[in-house]
């Protein structure tokens, strides 16, 4: 299980940080999006993103939140404190044949 970091969430100033903005998706769409999403910051060495799953009935954050779970470059993630549409990730980036978080 993933470490579900609720200090993370807190960070006042996330608008400089890489985003993907799943409104209008279904399911599975954002589901593919995130993986997508997550291997492209991946290769750019972006230790933090943002996903902006929106309120509304609760699929997308549901969907964003079991595919952070199963996601092995996933290090940490939690709701935004100011913002709960959306969820931050903190990505587990490779330097030196380790992972530096």
């Known amino acids: 299980m993933k470490k579900i970091n609720p200090n993370l969430g807190n960070k006042m100033f996330i608008s400089n940080l890489p985003h993907i903005d799943l409104h209008g998706y279904d399911r599975d769409s954002a589901r593919v999006a995130i993986n997508d999403f997550i291997n492209e910051s991946i290769k750019l060495k972006n230790k933090e993103i943002i996903i902006i799953h929106g309120i509304g009935s609760g699929v997308l954050k549901n969907a964003t939140s079991n595919t952070l779970e199963r996601n092995k470059n996933v290090a940490e993630y939690a709701i935004c404190y100011n913002n709960v ?16 978080v």
Not at 85 to 100: D, E, Y
Request: glycine content about 6%.
């Open 85 to 100: 549409g959306s969820t931050i990730v903190r990505l587990k980036i490779w330097q030196n044949a380790h992972f530096v």
